[in-house]
């Protein structure tokens, strides 16, 4: 079983849209969480980092399930500009990347 | 504010060669990665470090060579190259505190012919 498991999509969505990815994680260890960004050919920023209690920067928000050891990302509102790859990142002593999740917003 | 800088930006090899990739940071992280990314693949860990003189195989280390003198320098070796090893390469960095960002550098694209 990989470490860290997305859906690679893509997802498809018109502008406007809400859409969600899930990431699981195998490391009941694991101590931090985050998800990343990457436009083609460039590499990963730093999206947001995910909280036990949940978080939120604008149209994004971010749960962490421990119990399930599960990770979500909504995307309300989708703008043309979102579309890139979605990689969810988990902490153990090392950092360990998803494969990714690719979305495409059209207009 | 130079962040992390990997060199090259793009290298072609011819099978059997060897060649170092070099990353820097500036920003006295103690963390660093290698990592590797293959078309339309997420980021695979090759080897990382915790702070100089410590380093640490990943999911993907064969192939591969690391060393860390300092804290700013962490280079990749590559030894008898093989086509398999085609792929983008990218070097990050962060603090010991795990809850905060891993910044990265711009990557090296390497093709191995």
């Known amino acids: 079983r990989k470490e860290v498991e997305q859906d690679p999509g893509p997802f498809n969505v018109p502008e406007g849209a809400t859409v969600a990815f899930n990431c699981t994680y195998s490391?009941?260890?694991?101590?931090?969480f985050f998800w990343y960004r990457q436009d083609c050919r460039k590499e990963p920023k730093l999206l947001m980092s995910v909280y036990s209690s949940g978080n939120e920067d604008g149209r994004f928000t971010a749960q962490l399930n421990r119990a399930s050891q599960y990770i979500s990302l909504l995307i309300r509102d989708s703008k043309l500009s979102d579309s890139a790859t979605y990689l969810c990142v988990v902490n153990t002593d090392k950092l360990i990347f998803g494969t990714g999740t690719r979305l495409q917003v059209f207009p | 504010n130079a962040g992390v800088t990997q060199t090259p930006k793009f290298r072609i090899l011819k099978i059997g060669q060897s060649m170092t990739l070099q990353c820097a940071q500036d920003?006295?992280?103690?963390?660093m990665y290698w990592y590797r990314q293959d078309p339309g693949m997420g980021l695979k860990l090759i080897y990382y470090?915790?702070?100089?003189?410590?380093?640490d195989k990943g999911e993907v280390p064969n192939g591969y060579n690391v060393s860390r003198s300092t804290t700013e320098d962490f280079p990749l070796r590559l030894e008898l190259a093989a086509p398999s090893q085609t792929s983008v390469y990218f070097c990050?960095?962060?603090?010991?505190?795990?809850?905060?960002?891993?910044?990265f550098g711009q990557g090296t694209r390497l093709t191995v012919v």
């Open positions: 920003m006295n992280h103690n963390y």
């Open positions: 990050a960095s962060s603090y010991w505190d795990r809850n905060t960002e891993a910044f």
């Open positions: 490391n009941s260890a694991s101590q931090s």
């Open positions: 470090s915790v702070g100089a003189g410590i380093t």
